[in-house]
């Protein structure tokens, strides 16, 4: 039987939510379609840390915001501000002048109000002190421009999302496979045609927003667009981003726009399971590279470490390591940067954690080339510069004459006992997507808008090429989100009768 709403949102996760919520402001009978079953709602949003990029003039901008904050924390918080302009600029600059300004602008202009309304809508924040800032002199410093994260992470960002979804008559709906898009003799689309437990359904709707995510979990597909490598890479987050949100838009005749090639891929820990874990979540992360080495089976360091802020680092080094022998790479620390590591990303259960009094007995252990490491750890301590190490800044510290570089944080490896951590590529999501204007309408090859039908989070496509800022996704999912969800409305609104 045919059920009609005003609007049909096809997923689960943060962006998805934002569209509901958006539409539901303005019609009546809003419906979420989600793939996955009940335990799994929430898409890649929910194995995030929850973190979003937003401008802000300062902590005073932000205080607002936090939910039971800290005021003798606050007060020895160094918080510098984060403008359009810097948010336009690190867009720009990681992805080497290739994405779309029009939708970089929206998102960058919309971010701090989005957060904003995020928060009326039950959303709770709190500053990153744990993920993002150092304590150098009794000051707690952030860097990297991104400081903002929801309380709970994304585990808590999902359950939030849930709570105001319902307290505003949303409806959830899981276990529900979208398969195709319904058109009128006009070519509007005008609902969804799917699965759920009892069988084929068709659900009627004004308008449709898919938020069903990219392909990084279709194995076929990474093979297909990013490299035969990548069929084997571990996906990080839920297994139900398989790419048919994308598929039945590109069958209606929508735009494929953005870098296809491109994926968000990160250092994740070898004993990860090959999707997403609901318990451990981001912990398989490894993301406190810049303060030691990386090297490769080998013994050797392929990239650049201290080449800038993780933030800006780590969403391209996942494939750095995929093409290294076997797909596998080893963080290297010693006892006087260990203690600065993520406590939660290197001491979660399971990790794969080694230490030794000696290198290579730490290389024996991990079953790396012992003479290989030995020399690369030896070359490495004569080639740094003097200078004074600060991770809250860029410091200079640097190594010369040796290649590739570390630009800063070069510490020498020489105070036992060293750590080593083994990990391979984490796909995140993928960056090809879909055409999309400033109102989330889905755009066709003629980039005219296909009628009734819009598409936010990781289906939209021109954002992203070669790198991403951290905390971009969720920000972009929001901005997109809301906007896709008032112009659905809107187009249902002029659809009645």
């Known amino acids: 039987m045919a059920r009609r709403y005003d609007v049909v949102v096809v997923g689960g996760g943060n962006a998805a939510f934002c569209a509901a919520q958006a539409?539901?402001?303005r019609v009546g009978r809003v419906i979420m379609l989600e793939k996955a079953p009940e335990g799994w709602l929430g898409g890649n949003s929910y194995f995030t840390a929850g973190a979003f990029r937003l401008t802000f003039g300062g902590l005073e901008?932000?205080?607002?915001?936090?939910?039971?904050?800290?005021?003798?924390?606050?007060?020895?918080?160094?918080?510098?501000p984060y403008t359009a302009e810097d948010f336009m600029s690190d867009m720009e600059r990681v992805t080497e002048g290739r994405c779309d300004a029009r939708l970089a602008r929206t998102m960058v202009e919309d971010s701090a109000d989005v957060v904003r309304w995020l928060r009326d809508k039950g959303i709770r924040w709190r500053l990153m002190y744990d993920r993002q800032s150092y304590e150098v002199g009794g000051r707690l410093r952030f860097w990297g421009g991104l400081v903002l994260g929801t309380v709970g992470g994304g585990k808590g960002l999902v359950e939030q999302h849930l709570a105001s979804a319902r307290r505003y008559g949303i409806e959830v709906r899981c276990s529900f496979a979208v398969e195709g898009l319904l058109r009128d003799d006009s070519g509007a689309v005008v609902g969804v045609r799917g699965r759920g437990p009892?069988?084929?359904e068709t659900v009627e709707a004004g308008a449709v927003v898919l938020a069903c995510g990219g392909f990084e979990a279709n194995a076929r597909m990474r093979a297909r667009h990013l490299g035969s490598r990548w069929g084997i890479a571990k996906v990080r987050g839920t297994p139900y981003n398989t790419g048919e949100g994308l598929r039945m838009?590109?069958?209606?005749?929508?735009?494929?726009?953005?870098?296809?090639?491109?994926?968000?891929?990160?250092?994740?820990?070898?004993?990860?399971?090959?999707?997403?874990?609901?318990?451990?979540?981001?912990?398989?992360?490894?993301?406190?590279?810049?303060?030691?080495i990386v090297v490769n089976s080998e013994g050797r360091r392929f990239l650049d470490e201290g080449a800038d802020f993780r933030n800006y680092t780590y969403a391209r080094y996942g494939a750095e390591i995929l093409r290294q022998p076997g797909g596998v790479a080893y963080q290297i620390f010693d006892?006087?940067?260990?203690?600065?590591?993520?406590?939660?990303?290197?001491?979660?259960?399971?990790?794969?954690?080694?230490?030794?009094?000696?290198?290579?007995?730490?290389?024996?252990?991990?079953?790396?080339?012992?003479d290989g490491l030995e020399r690369t750890v030896r070359?490495?301590?004569?080639?740094?510069?003097?200078?004074?190490?600060?991770?809250?800044?860029?410091?200079?510290?640097r190594t010369e004459g040796i290649e590739p570089p570390k630009s800063n944080w070069a510490l020498p490896?020489?105070?036992?006992?060293?750590?080593?951590?083994?990990?391979?590529?984490?796909?995140?999501?993928?960056?090809g997507g879909l055409h999309v204007d400033e109102d989330a309408r889905v755009l066709d090859t003629s980039r005219r808008p296909i009628p009734g039908l819009h598409a936010a989070g990781e289906l939209v496509g021109g954002l992203f090429y070669h790198n991403y800022p951290g905390g971009t996704g969720?920000?972009?999912?929001?901005?997109?989100?809301?906007?896709?969800?008032?112009?659905?409305?809107?187009?249902?609104?002029?659809?009645?009768?």
Not at 252 to 258: L, M, N, S, V
Not at 379 to 395: Q, V, Y
Not at 414 to 429: E, K, L, M
């Open 335 to 370: 006892a006087k940067t260990e203690p600065l590591l993520r406590k939660d990303e290197y001491e979660a259960p399971g990790v794969s954690r080694y230490e030794a009094s000696d290198v290579g007995d730490l290389a024996e252990k991990m079953g790396v080339d012992r």
């Open 413 to 431: 490896l020489d105070t036992p006992p060293y750590y080593g951590f083994a990990v391979t590529c984490g796909i995140t999501f993928t960056f």
């Open 61 to 80: 901008d932000l205080r607002p915001l936090l939910h039971e904050p800290d005021e003798e924390v606050l007060s020895r918080t160094e918080l510098p």
């Open 23 to 25: 539409a539901r402001e």
């Open 379 to 397: 070359e490495f301590n004569a080639a740094i510069r003097p200078g004074r190490f600060d991770p809250s800044i860029k410091d200079g510290k």
């Open 249 to 292: 838009a590109l069958e209606a005749g929508a735009e494929p726009y953005g870098d296809w090639g491109g994926c968000h891929s990160i250092a994740w820990d070898v004993a990860a399971p090959p999707t997403g874990d609901r318990g451990l979540t981001n912990l398989y992360s490894k993301q406190s590279y810049p303060l030691g």
């Open 198 to 200: 009892d069988g084929p």
């Open 474 to 497: 969720l920000t972009s999912g929001a901005v997109f989100g809301r906007r896709a969800g008032y112009a659905a409305a809107a187009f249902a609104k002029g659809r009645e009768v």
